[in-house]
């Protein structure tokens, strides 16, 4: 179950004056038949080798069965018109309804599961006009991070001939008057390299409904700052268009504005890039912004327009000892969504900041929503745990009072399983949460429970509990489900945040290991039978612990994963990451990056079994990481141990996966590991 070896030639770079050997360098380039034929044959040795594991078909059966529950968005209102998406179970996309009020019968406005016979074409992003009239969507491709906006009448359900390509990561901003909206785009990429050339030079425009692109009003650019992308968004009032101005992915960011009514020029209200600040909402020319300048856990402040200088800021919900995570401005209260110890708790403010109590919660969980208009009477919002899939709440602002609005219903009994809050110390001492999740009826010290380590610990994402079949899958099959809370993230704001940061990110990898080495000490478990897994920015921390303590783990799931640290910044949005990784091209970072970037640090050495996985349209992450990665790794393996690859086929990142995409990928992990973990069904 070995692939064959992987050519090697002769690539080598001098970097700040260190020789760096890139034998694997031609994998970089997706659209050479020489790499097709590569990642043909690594699919081969890998299928074939799940395809042998005795209980693949019972897992994927019973993920399926796990995965087929009715799903609802959180419902909003705009224009009097009610919208919400759902998935009946095992549809591929959610679809989108709509119905004239919220006790209506509601009927099916977009349904992208008719826009390919494959599911592989997704609802990545939408925006109603404020009278409710039109929808403005993107649609994205095989899991790309491109975007072509349509635009659809609502009543009709009829499309216009609106047609913006070249969007990504953008949403779309309505005027008021519903004649266009605002969006951002980049240049249309040379042929061949849409998924790999850089992600440069974002343009803001304007686009007037039944016009073509090319007559779309440039807004605002930046050709100094290449770099610099933008988020617009309109004030409830529809009197101001609100630019964000983002720099890589630093949560650091700049404000401008422009007054629509007066048709005045763009204001740079907050043009210092020193902190993070959000528009909440605005009262008039008082803005309500959600910053951590001088508050690493966030507050609430106040800028008034006409006089924007920082002296005369108003503070009107101070820091706190939890974690501010968002606010929303809603019926005359602010809506202020904390974070304690990684778990959700939402409290209620006075238009002045006066505290008016606490929304009372089912249980210790994640709760997302609690959106809507200044002037609505009610709102909605979602709840969850790691066994509790989304239930979704009327909230009535004036009684204080949630309502049941929607629950689903689960082929499973709850109630058999657990979830607790454990704390253990990182290797420089470092309190560190992780929650442990699991059957109620197995004991969590039996010293061999089968363990699913997952972690993240980068970008200020804060890991807090969420529902998914296939880890209650993996809990019905006798394992545990620990999910680590590491630095990096942002559970405890961003000095959190910055502890996991370019000098720093070694702490992210000793957080990992210090997770492991306590599922040890406490005897939940033992090394051959703990199980790494992450993506994206955790498929880095999976490759980085795998090469730095390799007899620690049984089994290494790395997902999409950034694996090459000298390389990231050259593809598409990989220059954005530099905030949290340092730059490759700065003599200091580049001694950081290299001593942990996981291609540059493989050894021969016994791994454990390592199943990679990637997508061949991942235009985030690109698939050369997993390659190069998996390329190394099968050479350097001096054990028994599997090394493998599994390339989904028109599919990208991980957004906008068809169902059936993601059920196939889940039950391929949890056979992988029942079959590694040598697991007794239970």
């Known amino acids: ?27 970089e380039d997706p659209n050479h038949p020489e790499v097709q034929a590569w990642v043909e044959q ?47 179970g095992l549809q591929n996309q959610a679809v989108l309804y ?14 992208p599961n008719r826009l390919s016979p494959d599911g592989t074409v997704a609802l990545s992003s939408m925006a109603v006009s404020r009278d409710g009239r039109r929808l403005a969507y993107g649609l994205s491709a095989s899991g790309s991070d491109w975007m072509e906006w349509k635009v659809r009448d609502v009543e009709s359900g009829h499309d216009l001939d609106d047609h913006v390509r070249w969007v990504r990561f953008s949403g779309a901003a309505w005027t008021h008057d519903g004649t266009g909206f605002f969006y951002s785009r980049y240049d249309e990429p040379p042929p061949g390299e849409a998924y790999t050339a850089l992600a440069r030079d974002q343009k803001l425009c304007y686009h007037r409904l039944g016009t073509p692109q090319s007559e779309d009003e440039l807004v605002y650019q930046r050709p100094d700052q290449p770099e610099w ?42 043009a210092d890039g020193d902190a993070a600040y959000h528009i909440v909402g605005n009262d008039g020319s008082r803005f309500f912004v959600h910053t951590d300048l001088d508050a690493p856990r966030g507050r609430l402040i106040e800028i008034d327009l006409a006089h924007p200088e920082r002296s005369a800021w108003r503070e009107i919900i101070p820091e706190t000892e939890h974690t501010l995570t ?18 959700s708790r939402v409290h209620v403010h006075g238009r002045d900041g006066e505290p008016a109590g606490e929304v009372e919660l089912p249980g210790v969980g994640t709760v997302v929503g609690f959106g809507g208009r200044p002037e609505d009477r009610f709102t909605f919002y979602a709840y969850t745990g790691f066994t509790t899939p989304a239930r979704i709440y009327r909230y009535d602002i004036a009684e204080k009072v949630s309502t049941l609005h929607f629950a689903p219903e689960l082929k499973f009994d709850p109630d058999a399983y657990q979830t607790k809050q454990v704390f253990f110390e990182s290797k420089d001492g470092t309190r ?18 089968p363990t699913y380590l997952y972690g993240y610990g980068g970008f200020n994402i804060p890991l807090t509990p ?15 489900l620990a999910v680590a809370n590491l630095r990096g993230g942002g559970e405890y704001g961003e000095e959190w945040h910055q502890a996991g940061c370019g000098h720093r990110r070694q702490n992210v990898f000793d957080d990992f290991i210090g997770a492991a080495e306590h599922l040890l000490a406490t005897r939940v478990t033992r090394p051959d039978r703990i199980a790494i897994a992450g993506s994206s920015n955790g498929g880095l921390l999976v490759g980085a612990v795998m090469t730095q303590r390799p007899e620690l783990f049984g089994a290494a799931l790395p997902d999409v994963g950034v694996l090459d640290m000298l390389r990231f910044h050259k593809f598409t949005i990989g220059w954005a990451w530099v905030s949290d990784y340092g730059s490759p091209d700065d003599p200091d970072d580049f001694q950081v990056l290299l001593r942990y970037s996981p291609l540059h640090n493989l050894r021969p050495a016994a791994y454990p079994a390592t199943l990679i ?19 190394a790794l099968q050479a350097a393996q001096r054990g028994s141990a599997p090394v493998l690859l599994r390339v989904d086929v028109k599919a990208g990142h991980g957004a906008g996966k068809p169902t059936a995409k993601v059920i196939a990928m889940a039950a391929d992990r949890l056979a992988f590991l029942e079959e590694i973990l040598k697991m007794r069904v239970a």
């Open 432 to 449: 560190v949460p992780m929650f442990l999740s699991g059957r109620a009826d197995l004991p969590l010290d039996a010293g061999d429970r």
């Open 229 to 270: 992308g933008f988020g617009a968004s309109v004030t409830d009032d529809g009197r101001y268009l609100v630019i964000s101005v983002w720099h890589g992915t630093s949560p650091k960011n700049r404000l401008f504005y422009r007054d629509l009514e007066a048709h005045g020029p763009i204001v740079e209200l907050l």
């Open 326 to 343: 968002g606010i929303t401005w809603i019926g005359g209260r602010f809506f202020a969504n904390y974070l304690a110890h990684a778990c």
């Open 1 to 27: 179950m070995r692939p064959p070896p992987t050519r090697r030639d002769d690539t080598v770079d001098n970097l700040h004056g260190i020789e760096v050997k890139d034998p694997y360098r031609w994998l």
């Open 466 to 480: 969420a529902f998914d079949p296939s880890r209650l899958a993996w809990m019905e099959m006798g394992g545990v």
């Open 42 to 88: 690594q699919n081969r040795v890998t299928f074939d080798f799940l395809e042998r594991i005795a209980g693949r078909p019972r897992i994927l059966a019973r993920i399926t069965e796990l995965w087929d529950y009715e799903r609802l968005g959180i419902p909003f209102l705009e224009g009097g018109r009610l919208f919400f998406s759902k998935n009946d």
């Open 98 to 111: 709509t119905a004239p009020s919220l006790d209506a019968e509601p009927k099916v406005l977009l349904d």
């Open 613 to 631: 996985t990637t997508a061949d349209t991942d235009d985030r992450v690109v698939s050369a990481h997993s390659y190069k990665f998996a390329a």
